[in-house]
């Protein structure tokens, strides 16, 4: 079933998603050539514990960490290790919280040093697919009317859409009805109420759609081992539109020069 928030529960899942940019933005700045991804997931559990939450994923469903980090040819769920990040590479962060009952999650897809033009225009399409999305994220509007948005902006830019990852609630658990798969067609699924809170977070590969699981029981990776790009935000369906709860701003902010 679909939950629908209160007021008062939405600014829970706000805090939860303003905290989790925050950490974003605090391990943005840490990204460079030379740092371990495990030292990013360190950095991301004392911020996340510093400021009275626990992290969202650590444990969850028995994954290790506090970060998915997938660098490159990862496309989600990479556990953090003693991989040194090197200039070229692009790295997928996301980042859960729990605080007060409810869940944050949000992820950011950033390039260390000079990466090739055709990778950053995998992540500028990503992100501009993300807020076709969100431009959806309307009462009254349906499911796939956000996944067609996602799916015509990285298909019309030569990019395929990773279909066994999709969207989905946001709450108590981080995991709530509906799904909000990055394809689809308009006016197809759920219709959206005032008072959803859903995850918008297209997986888009920079060759083709297909993936594999990774024996880690964990990392899905692209396989072409070609480039994928995540973002997400955390967003309230609203009457006249999306209420996004994340914040990238902060997270651009701290990685700008
Ligand atoms: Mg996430
Ligand atoms: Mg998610």
Redesign the pocket.
């Known amino acids: 079933m679909i939950y629908l928030k209160t007021k008062e529960e939405v600014e829970l899942l706000r805090e939860n998603n303003l905290l989790v940019s925050a950490t974003l933005a605090e391990v943005g700045k840490h990204i460079r050539a030379g740092v371990t991804t495990l030292e990013l997931d360190r950095i991301a559990e004392e911020f996340i514990r510093s400021h009275g939450a626990v992290p969202g994923f650590l444990g969850y469903g028995g994954f290790p960490n506090t970060l998915c980090i997938s660098v490159n040819e990862q496309v989600v769920h990479g556990i953090p290790s003693d991989y040194v990040l090197k200039d070229g590479d692009i790295v997928s962060v996301?980042c859960?919280t729990v605080m007060k009952g409810f869940y944050g999650?949000?992820?950011y897809t950033f390039a260390v040093g000079a990466i090739d033009p055709a990778v950053q225009k995998l992540l500028d399409v990503t992100k501009e697919a993300l807020y076709k999305g969100v431009a959806q994220a309307k009462a009254g509007n349906r499911i796939g009317d956000i996944s067609a948005a996602v799916q015509e902006h990285a298909e019309s830019n030569g990019f395929s859409v990773v279909r066994e990852l999709v969207g989905h609630g946001l709450g108590r658990k981080m995991h709530e009805e509906p799904e909000v798969p990055n394809y689809g067609a308009r006016g197809r699924g759920p219709l959206l109420r005032e008072g959803m809170v859903i995850?918008i977070?297209p997986m888009i590969n920079l060759g083709a759609k297909q993936v594999v699981f990774e024996r880690d029981g964990w990392t899905v990776r692209t396989r072409d081992r070609k480039p994928s790009a995540h973002f997400?935000f955390a967003v309230a369906i609203g009457k006249e539109g999306a209420d996004v709860l994340t914040d990238f701003k902060v997270i651009e902010e701290a990685i700008k020069n």
Request: proline share 0%.
């Open positions: 996301d859960g999650d949000s992820a995850c977070e997400e």
